[in-house]
């Protein structure tokens, strides 16, 4: 059902720089801003990224988000256990009058 | 420090309407920004439900617009949805958080409740 592509998972041990991608098309990714979300286990979502690349206050300068044509990155530089995580991409979709669509969300490991 | 709390029933019935209200504190709903619902089944991902603006204008997932009802209480700080004829696949967390405007990011979130759909 979602319209933005991540892999299911990802892993690194601690101290690596970890990618997760997120494929999108022309009318979401490749038109609007990216956001990035973490959840935690058991907990709610919360915002990591915003605006493509901006980290709101309190997020860790390793986690870092770009974007490129239709695709989006979320890198984590200098991997810690407590980044052990689902991250989830989204964007405003221009298609069917607009609407908000996730990513499919990956899960990432710390070894 | 703006704060969202979700409440409602846990347990609804198929074909039934399931009502939940998300209460803010913090910060006053007529300041502006959208009102949102989001939604994750049991051990999947997430899905945008529909967002209000204080004004009561509303915009709702595509998907679930037949069945979805967003509205605001400005003086009692509150946001509520309604979801019509439910089913099983309606089971989940729903999750109420704030959204900007103009990127529609959301932050923050309310702690979620979940609401099972069985007989």
């Known amino acids: 059902q979602s319209v933005l592509t991540q892999p299911p998972s990802a892993s690194g041990t601690p101290g690596q720089r970890v990618t997760v991608s997120c494929s999108g098309s022309?009318?979401?990714?490749?038109?609007?801003?990216v956001n990035w979300y973490q959840q935690l286990p058991g907990t709610a979502p919360k915002l990591l990224i915003y605006?493509?690349?901006q980290r709101p206050s309190g997020v860790p300068y390793r986690f870092s988000g770009s974007t490129s044509g239709t695709s989006a990155s979320l890198a984590i530089s200098g991997l810690q256990s407590e980044d052990e995580a689902d991250y989830y991409c989204?964007?405003?979709?221009?298609?069917?009058?607009?609407?908000?669509?996730f990513g499919t969300g990956t899960k990432v490991t710390v070894l | 420090q703006v704060q969202l709390q979700g409440s409602g029933p846990g347990l609804a019935k198929p074909s039934e309407t399931l009502s939940l209200t998300c209460g803010v504190s913090g910060y006053s709903i007529s300041r502006g920004y959208y009102w949102g619902w989001i939604r994750q089944p049991p051990g999947k991902g997430l899905e945008w439900i529909g967002s209000i603006y204080q004004s009561g204008s509303t915009f709702y997932n595509p998907s679930l617009k037949s069945r979805v009802t967003i509205s605001v209480d400005t003086s009692r700080n509150y946001f509520s949805l309604r979801l019509r004829f439910l089913t099983a696949a309606d089971t989940a967390i729903y999750y109420c958080a704030r959204q900007n405007q103009m990127l529609y990011w959301f932050d923050p979130w309310g702690q979620g409740t979940l609401v099972t759909v069985s007989s």
């Open positions: 022309t009318s979401n990714v490749g038109s609007n801003a």
């Open positions: 989204a964007a405003w979709d221009d298609s069917l009058n607009g609407h908000y669509v």
């Open positions: 605006s493509n690349d």
